[in-house]
């Protein structure tokens, strides 16, 4: 009896010894692609925000020079004669300098 009661122990101990190294690697991999789905979502998230405060930006400063236009008859030279005139609160950081170029003629071969 006592001899049935250890066998039966033993066979309790080795169905009931843990995860074995391929689950534990499933797992792993698993979490490893769950987590790499996460942060290319992320940043992809955090670029079309960016890309919607420059659209904001852009359509403040486009509204700004509209009312200086209205009020001056011509459009500003630059973004800070806006701020100066406090038509914005100061030039949008995510905007970039441009250059306008005035043509004259015809263009031909379009």
């Excluded at 534990?24 to 991999?29: K, M, R, S």
């Excluded at 509209?66 to 806006?82: I, M, Q, R, S």
Aim: net charge neutral; proline share 2%.
């Amino acid at each position: 009896m006592l001899h049935s009661a250890i066998e039966n122990g033993r066979k309790v101990r080795n169905e009931d010894s843990g995860f074995t190294l391929i689950e534990l690697l499933i797992v792993i991999t698993v979490l490893g692609v769950l987590a790499g789905i996460v942060v290319f979502g992320v940043a992809t998230f955090r670029q079309d925000a960016k890309d919607q405060a420059k659209a904001t930006d852009c359509k403040s400063v486009e509204v700004a020079a509209e009312a200086w236009n209205a009020k001056n008859g011509a459009y500003p030279a630059t973004v800070g004669d806006l701020v100066t005139a406090k038509y914005i609160k100061s030039t949008p950081s995510s905007l970039t300098a441009a250059t306008a170029i005035t043509a004259t003629g015809t263009a031909t071969g379009c």
